[in-house]
């Protein structure tokens, strides 16, 4: 039995799920403001971080822009920026839970405020020095043969 989905079907299923997404995602960020208590901890910081990297791409992947070029091109680069950010931000968390839980060792020598500086210089850094490499090389746009016209690297030839 062969299941086909139309456009308006993949449509759904993506507006659905950003909505989720951003929900998700302001919760945890209104929550981290809100506390005093909340935002002095290593951990949550990260979370936090984290949150604002996941509703930035959520919002991105919200709109669809594959009939304008210009627009089509933002939403890629940025959509890739919040990708890789939101991919640091998990890689941070999981070294800072590795750390608590196995690297005694680890965690005398680096501080909790050197850490975060590291942390948000690789991870807001890192993804945009990634993003703007394909950009700089025109290789962001929308391919016309998929199904949604989906805006981000093209195919290679």
Not at 44 to 50: A, G, P, Q
Not at 58 to 70: E, K, P, Q, T, V
Not at 74 to 94: D, K, M, N, R, T
């Amino acid at each position: 039995m062969t299941v086909t989905y139309t456009y308006d079907d993949l449509r759904l299923v993506t507006i659905i799920t950003c909505i989720l997404g951003i929900v998700g995602a302001v919760v945890i960020i209104f929550t981290f403001l809100s506390s005093s208590a909340i935002r002095q901890r290593f951990g949550t910081r990260l979370i936090f971080y984290l949150s604002i990297a996941n509703l930035g791409n959520a919002a991105c992947c919200l709109s669809w822009n594959g009939d304008d070029r210009m627009k089509c091109y933002a939403q890629a680069v940025l959509i890739h920026y919040f990708e890789l950010a939101a991919f640091c931000w998990s890689v941070c968390l999981g070294i800072t839970v590795w750390a608590v839980t196995y690297g005694d060792r680890f965690l005398e020598i680096l501080s909790v405020d050197t850490d975060m500086k590291i942390f948000n210089l690789f991870c807001w850094i890192f993804p945009a020095i990634m993003a703007i490499g394909p950009a700089v090389m025109s290789e962001y746009g929308s391919d016309p043969s998929s199904l949604i016209s989906w805006c981000f690297t093209l195919k290679p030839v």
